[in-house]
């Protein structure tokens, strides 16, 4: 997944040395996939029967082969969705039964790239419930209320589909134990503690009017808000989930790689996060507003805490790569402070180690991961969040996107919910193009694309409107 992404940022700096341990994720343990735990999940489409003529490697590739739940396929639908000459393309039932906010979904094979369809993707509604209370003290099941997200994510694989599906399988409940810590914290108007005491009792205290003054380089403390531990915990949950994944790969045979695009709605505001070449905008009364950007290193900051990552010693014993909101005092040894690393625009809260204690490499504010409050505007129901695998974009421009959203909505009812599943598959639609002369072609005669094919649609209307 963000295996290829990380690799590839990785080589940007000369390797070496041994890379300090990371915070583990609490409920999310180095354990094979079937043992993980996490509940279970429905069963993904099943897997279609192959006939009894067929060679035993077409049986084993046929079982390998499946597709986003939501889908419901059938046996014979699953042949069909793995059918690289017919490419059809596949949408969620019309049952009734929809997607969270009516969102709409397609998608298409490729044209023979690789074996099967090596997207994936995810749409749930996920709750969290608290871990603990701010003042450190286990919260009761009594106490307080937990916190619901709902959550999409497109998922392209590449050299294999293990990772992808993995990921769409798993990645949203890294994103839910990476938030059990904060549920009351994101429920309080008040600005987040600094610090977190490690067990009830202990020295210290949450209260940000009790930290001591900032100090070294320091003109001020750095405001940290809600949005920005939300931000930060989406941030651990995809290294967690990247690390998952180079474990799981050598002892269980994970295939491949994989970019992931998620969308995260919690608290009336959407993030965006996005590692690798897929792709969201937001098409608001014909205004086009991009809302991921392309996975590469994006400030001087996270190179520097990068490099100090991979090669401690040139560090001396002196520094820590990591940043903290403030200079930390040694009284706070055992207490949770916020802090982000080098994979990190938002911030998260870990356990305070002597070695934090260093001197901080660097001290600077990174770009902020795409966030979009949904209260702030008056949405109609022709405003969407289009999410779409680089299938969609290779052959298809922001403006084509807006001008098929115009198009295809106004053909329907307002309150019309099918409209938006018919707006994704038009949208796949127009990419893939049709069988012509030995190959897929667009209108213009230009060549669609022969890669796999995912597109979300999401209105803005949100639950309120269309849960």
């Not at 006939?51 to 035993?56: E, L, R």
């Not at 049986?59 to 059918?83: M, N």
């Not at 997200?149 to 293990?162: E, T």
């Not at 994101?186 to 977190?196: A, K, N, R, T, W």
């Amino acid at each position: 997944m963000l295996n290829r992404v990380r690799s590839a940022v990785a080589h940007l700096v000369s390797s070496g040395g041994a890379p300090p341990p990371r915070p583990k994720s609490p409920d999310l343990p180095n354990a094979p996939l079937a043992q993980t735990a996490a509940p279970p999940e429905a069963p993904r489409s099943p897997p279609a029967r192959a006939g009894s003529a067929a060679p035993a490697k077409t049986v084993e590739a046929r079982v390998s082969f499946s597709r986003p739940t939501f889908l419901q396929l059938s046996p014979g639908g699953l042949r069909r969705a793995d059918d690289h000459a017919g490419r059809a393309v596949q949408s969620p039932p019309d049952t009734g039964r929809r997607l969270p906010w009516s969102t709409g979904y397609a998608e298409v094979i490729n044209a023979g790239k690789s074996r099967h369809n090596e997207d994936q993707a995810c749409c749930e509604v996920v709750y969290v419930e608290g871990r603990r209370s701010v003042s450190g003290a286990p919260r009761e099941p009594s106490q307080g209320q937990g916190l619901c997200f709902y959550y999409w994510g497109l998922f392209d694989g590449h050299a294999g589909g293990g990772a992808a599906e993995m990921a769409s399988r798993l990645l949203h409940r890294h994103i839910r134990e990476q938030l059990k810590d904060l549920v009351e914290i994101l429920q309080d108007p008040l600005p987040p503690p600094l610090c977190l005491p490690s067990t009830p009792g202990a020295p210290g205290s949450s209260d940000s009017s009790h930290v001591v003054g900032p100090q070294s380089c320091w003109s001020s403390q750095k405001e940290v808000t809600h949005e920005s531990l939300v931000v930060g915990a989406i941030e651990n949950a995809f290294q967690f989930m990247d690390e998952q994944m180079a474990r799981e790969r050598r002892g269980h045979q994970v295939e491949g790689g994989c970019c992931a695009l998620v969308v995260v709605y919690l608290l009336g505001k959407v993030y965006v996060a996005n590692a690798g070449d897929s792709r969201a905008i937001i098409v608001r009364n014909g205004e086009i507003i991009p809302m991921s950007r392309e996975f590469t290193p994006e400030t001087e900051r996270q190179r520097l805490q990068l490099l100090g990552f991979l090669k401690p010693e040139l560090l001396g014993g002196e520094f820590t790569h990591l940043e903290f909101p403030r200079r930390i005092q040694p009284k706070e040894l055992g207490q949770r402070m916020l802090y982000r690393d080098q994979n990190m625009t938002g911030w998260a809260y870990k356990k305070i180690e002597l070695e934090d204690l260093r001197f901080p490499l660097v001290c600077g504010e990174g770009k902020k991961v795409r966030v979009y409050d949904l209260t702030q505007y008056e949405h109609c129901p022709d405003d969407v969040l289009v999410l779409g695998t680089d299938g969609l974009w290779d052959v298809t421009s922001d403006w084509e996107v807006a001008a098929t959203v115009d198009r295809v909505l106004s053909a329907y009812e307002p309150n019309d919910a099918s409209r938006y599943t018919a707006l994704a598959q038009a949208l796949v639609l127009g990419a893939r193009g049709i069988p012509r002369d030995r190959g897929w072609r667009l209108p213009n005669n230009k060549l669609g694309s022969g890669d796999d094919i995912s597109v979300f649609v999401i209105p803005l209307g949100g639950p309120g409107s269309y849960s």
